[in-house]
């Protein structure tokens, strides 16, 4: 199916199971402990051995020596895998740095040995034996040193990485007000709960991989490509994941190396990355630094607007996109925005929640703040005044496909009770505490891709969905079965939902926040070829025919879905396609951030008081899921804005502070009530669903809320996150 | 983790001989941080020998009014013990102030005078280390040491003594009681049990291979208004910055005890002699020879702010 026409009226629109907060199908099972993740797969695969990973000693140079011998001659030891015994490794296609490092090292704690061994304990100890001698070279490991060497990255996603519209030198230099800054964002790890974690089982020269996975597809593909096997002799399944936040949308080194130590030691293998292995092994989201201009009449209206970027990756690697909002956000006739990337030789950069959004807005919305401030604005009226219903760079002729902005901010404000702000910072005392409030627009592109289902009904009318879309902990099962019930008009109770397996259907799968609406609507797609048989077999007209109460209808007829499909059932498969209404309309979600804080006035902690939000996604398809993706979201924000940052070490190139007691996150502790508001909204031109993402737009801006409030509570502007007491000391004494 | 035997000690004594007749032997407690030292190898005893059944676990009153703690009452336990609350809040308010309830439900008072440094390059093995392996330098001095010591560092060594509970042990002058492999019972002073890194960061207290601790005793109670203050990266859950337990009496005089700052839980008898002069004072007394790094200065203005707050608050209470 291919949707390249705004949506009509369809049958979503009954909104008799889409849009209620339903709880998640699969909410007892994972609270009980009875969903099965990767790791604990010793049902499909008894008898595996367990791998445990040696990751590099150094940044970047060579493995000048392997001594095996200790190792190898350790208690229950039964293999290990190294780059001079794996055979040819090509690197996939998503991946910056090669997942099984030797004889080069590209970054600090790549793997360069599995040691598989009868117990985890085993495998453990004798990886402590492989003696490794390392030929170190100098890297380049200081961001803020090396931004001055960045070039222009590749495209990403089909976006450039310079835009520009007007003239913006010309207008900022004339503008009555004009704000520039410059914001730092560090490296930030993804921190989900369970950790990379695979089971690799060989049958022949089949491998099928029990493993931890957002995008089942791409991987697929990199598995065959890294170990040049035919994608069909590669299984992936991926049923149950705890959290990722971008963390596993690629291959990563406890799948390949799985599959490795389980060819060479023939019996399955289970390889998990220990916690403090994570944030130098896997990927993480680049540090930035930021450069924001504005120029703007004395109203706050903008007539310039500059964003630029610089970030660092390992060669081949990508940009952080942080200017990307810039170029929709607000008007402004003259604007620009430029990435810059530069080559460090830190671990992988790539995604993280949100990418680009997440910390552009820190710097964006600061920028606003300190522009309202400037001119005296409201910070709400002020992005009222510079909101504008086109793509700012392309024009009118290309129109949001539907953009509540403002009626986020009013809507947030008024619950908020941000008209009991002082603007004046400082003012507000409440013990031995200044308390103030901050806001921040959010915003987050909208993706949708390509995405496929296969649905069955049989002879009891139990439905059945089959897709490789992942559920990370976001509420897909949920949706899904929500769809499915309403296209056949069934009660939810008789869905069944399978998914994170390749044998079935290629979704969209789990990333950018294009999961939910379109899977949901690869749903559709499938479900739509499903009434269509359906009809045929009751010989009804399909357009004319209603699905209702586990029947089809047609005038005053109707038949039983459950006899249609007869003892054999009925299936249907199909996906979703998009034209060009992405390129015709600018689509993005939107919202808006508040925030209360309290500062410490003698220690300068600082301590959240309230988060409320509103937030204008399309349709929302379970109100209670989408929630908790906002308020998980807006927790990670704050953590953002308050304590997340990977500490890099330029003398060795490695993050240091890499394990959970070290690298901090909010507690429950830091986080108070959240008020979670959406919008009504339906988007037609997103899917047949009219729904848009939600999972990544709450991260965006919460951040710059938190800091905006700081600044409106203690007078004290912080533009090096995390905003932590020790700055907040050193720019209260200076 | 490297293999290791394990044996539950029947008695006091025999556990402190099997100690120190196994060379590599250590006590287990809680195990909340042993363990996790043993499963990244920057432990590697070869024989643990279990405490945790020898009937350590007892609140009693001394005969001179004071308290003896087992050296295996659970954080959880102590901080809630209705004697403890009430004439020896500051105690109560440390504890709870470390690590999560479900920590505290393991942590013991002996394990949690022990626990380890939470310097992080002592904890990656690749690092150089010199308190984890002596002699290989000092990682964290010209690296990240924000959380690091300022007070009692050495050129070997700057890192700080994490305990929460050991400030208020501090503060309290609680003697640590230990039994050695000959029987031997002796009573530390808390002022005497750690030592400063100098040349050797890797020796940490007085205690002799094998010499167990059985119970810490307090003094009787002085009275006076107990507080613990500590400053952290987030609300919950995390090491101090910068701690501070204080006892303001009814005299104007008062003491501090600090944690986060000082390579052990740091008083000084000239911190305790400004106490009269107020906050102030009171700072440059206890910081006269801090040593600071870029990352950790900030510690120094902090330490000034939290007395402040903290007699600001007194004389709002008085
Ligand atoms: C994530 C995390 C956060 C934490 N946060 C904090 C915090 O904020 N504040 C804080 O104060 N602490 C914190 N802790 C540390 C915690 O308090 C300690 O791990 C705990 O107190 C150790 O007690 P244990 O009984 O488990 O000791 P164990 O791990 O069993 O032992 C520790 C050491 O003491 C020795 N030992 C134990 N008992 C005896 C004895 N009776 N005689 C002689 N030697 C003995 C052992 O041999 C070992 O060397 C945290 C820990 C973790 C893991
Ligand atoms: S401060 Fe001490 S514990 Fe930390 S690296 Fe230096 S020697 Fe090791």
């Known amino acids: 199916m291919k949707f390249d026409t705004p949506a009509k009226a369809n049958p979503i629109d009954k909104g008799r199971v889409v849009g209620i907060p339903h709880d998640r199908i699969d909410g007892a099972a994972k609270v009980t402990g009875t969903a099965p993740y990767a790791y604990e797969r010793h049902d499909a695969a008894p008898n595996a051995a ?43 296609n998503m991946n910056t740095a090669h997942l099984l490092g030797g004889p080069q090292i590209e970054h600090f704690e790549q793997a360069v040995a599995l040691v598989v061994a009868d117990t985890l304990e085993n495998a453990r100890a004798a990886a402590a034996l492989v003696h490794i001698d390392y030929t170190p070279e100098s890297g380049k490991f200081d961001l803020a040193a090396e931004a001055i060497r960045g070039v222009v990255p590749p495209d990403s996603f089909g976006t450039p990485a310079d835009t520009s519209a007007g003239d913006f030198d010309g207008a900022f230099s004339r503008a009555a007000v004009k704000l520039e800054q410059r914001y730092t964002t560090p490296d930030h790890s993804h921190a989900m709960m369970e950790p990379h974690a695979s089971i690799a089982a060989w049958n022949g020269d089949k491998l099928t991989l029990w493993t931890s996975n957002q995008m089942i597809a791409w991987t697929v593909g990199d598995v065959a490509r890294t170990l040049g ?89 990508s940009a952080e996109t942080a200017a990307a909002q810039t170029r929709l956000l607000y008007r402004g006739a003259n604007r620009m925005t430029a990435h810059r990337l530069t080559t460090l030789n830190l671990p992988e950069g790539n995604a993280m929640r949100a990418p680009g959004e997440a910390v552009g807005l820190l710097a964006l919305e600061v920028a606003m703040d300190e522009l309202a401030e400037m001119c005296g604005v409201d910070p709400v009226e002020l992005r009222i005044r510079n909101d504008v219903q086109f793509d700012p760079e392309a024009g009118p002729q290309r129109p949001f496909s539907s953009r509540k902005l403002v009626e986020c901010l009013r809507a947030g404000a008024d619950r908020f009770g941000w008209n009991r702000r002082i603007p004046k910072p400082g003012q507000v005392r409440d013990g031995r505490w200044l308390v103030g409030m901050g806001m921040a627009s959010a915003f987050r592109n909208n993706l949708a891709g390509k995405s496929g289902a296969r649905i069955g009904i049989d002879a009891q009318g139990r439905v059945v969905v089959e897709t490789d879309m992942t559920d990370i902990g976001t509420g897909s099962y949920t949706i899904i079965a929500q769809t499915a019930a309403e296209m056949l008009g069934v009660p939810l109770e008789q869905v069944t939902v399978r998914l994170g397996d390749s044998r079935f259907p290629v979704s969209a799968g789990s990333g950018g926040q294009w999961g939910a609406n379109s899977s949901t609507a690869g749903v559709y797609a499938a479900a739509m070829a499903l009434r269509a048989k359906l009809a045929e077999a009751a010989g009804y007209p399909v357009d004319a025919a209603g699905f209702e109460d586990g029947l089809i209808r047609n005038g005053n007829e109707s038949r039983k879905l459950a006899a249609l499909a007869g003892d054999t059932g009925l299936w249907a498969e199909d996906s979703m396609e998009y034209g060009d209404l992405d390129k015709r309309y600018a689509q993005a979600t939107f919202g808006a951030h508040f925030c209360e804080v309290g500062v410490d006035t003698d220690t300068a902690e600082v301590r959240i008081r309230r988060m409320g939000g509103a937030f204008a996604a399309g349709r929302i398809l379970n109100p209670k899921s989408a929630r908790s993706q906002v308020i998980g979201a807006m927790t990670m924000g704050a953590g953002a804005a308050l304590m997340e940052a990977l500490d890099v070490d330029t003398r060795f190139g490695f993050f240091v502070n890499h394990d959970m007691a070290e690298y901090l996150v909010p507690v429950h502790a830091d986080i108070p ?53 020790d700055k907040l000391l050193r720019a209260q004494m200076a | 983790m490297k293999s290791f035997t394990y044996e539950r000690a029947a008695s006091v004594e025999a556990a402190a001989k099997a100690a120190a007749s196994v060379q590599g032997a250590r006590f287990i407690a809680g195990g909340t941080n042993l363990i996790d030292l043993m499963k990244l190898q920057i432990e590697t005893p070869t024989h643990l020998v279990d405490v945790n059944h020898l009937g350590l676990d007892r609140i009693e009153r001394t005969t001179e009014g004071g308290l003896r703690i087992g050296a295996l009452v659970r954080n959880t336990d102590l901080a809630a013990d209705k004697t403890v609350r009430r004439d020896y809040a500051v105690l109560s308010r440390a504890l709870v102030a470390g690590a999560s309830g479900q920590l505290r439900n393991k942590a013991t008072t002996g394990g949690n005078l022990l626990q380890r440094t939470r310097c992080p390059y002592f904890y990656d093995t690749r690092m150089p280390c010199n308190k984890r392996k002596p002699g290989t330098g000092c990682g964290a001095m010209e690296g990240m040491s924000r959380s690091l010591a300022i007070l009692g560092v050495s050129d070997a060594c700057i890192a700080q003594h994490p305990s929460d509970m050991a400030v208020a042990m501090r ?45 810490v005793t307090l003094p009787k109670p002085v009275g006076g208004t107990h507080v613990y203050r500590k400053v952290r990266d987030r609300a919950s859950y995390a090491f101090a910055l910068v701690s501070v337990g204080a006892i303001f009496g009814e005299d104007g005089t008062a003491r501090f005890a600090f944690g986060g700052i000082g390579a052990r839980p740091w008083r000084t008898q000239a911190a305790d002699a400004a106490a009269p002069h107020g906050a102030r004072a009171v700072t440059d007394a206890v910081l006269a020879d801090a040593r600071t790094t870029p990352h950790n200065d900030f510690k120094k203005p902090l330490v000034e702010r939290i007395l402040a707050s903290l007699y600001r608050q007194q004389e709002e209470r008085a």
């Open chain 1, 50 to 92: 367990y791998g445990w990973i040696v990751g590099s000693a150094i940044a970047k140079g060579r493995i000048a020596a392997m001594d095996l011998r200790a190792a190898e001659a350790a208690p229950g030891v039964l293999g290990i895998v190294t780059h001079a015994n794996a055979g040819k490794l090509t690197k996939g």
């Open chain 1, 229 to 317: 096997i035919p994608k069909a002799n590669v299984r992936l399944i991926s049923p149950y994941i705890g959290g990722g936040f971008g963390a596993k949308l690629f291959l990563r080194a406890d799948a390949l190396l799985a599959a490795l130590g389980a060819r060479q030691v023939g019996r399955p293998v289970k390889v998990a990355l220990a916690r403090p292995q994570i944030p130098n092994n896997t990927t993480h989201r680049p540090a930035t630094i930021q450069r924001i201009r504005i120029g703007a009449d004395r109203d706050g209206v903008i007539d310039a607007i500059a964003h630029e970027v610089w970030s660092g990756d390992l060669p081949g690697g």
């Open chain 1, 673 to 725: 009530q959240q008020d979670v508001l959406f919008i009504d909204e339906l988007d037609d031109k997103s899917s047949p669903m009219k729904a848009k993402g939600v999972g990544e737009l709450g991260i965006c801006g919460a951040g710059a809320a938190v800091a905006n409030a700081i600044y409106n509570a203690a007078g004290l502007r912080v533009r090096d996150y995390p905003i932590t007491i």
């Open chain 2, 171 to 215: 503060l309290l002058d609680a003697q640590v009681d230990t039994m050695d492999a000959d029987g031997v019972a002796r009573s530390i002073p808390i002022a005497d049990f750690y030592l400063l890194p100098g040349d050797t960061p890797n020796r940490e207290t007085v205690l002799k291979q094998g010499e167990l601790i059985t119970s």
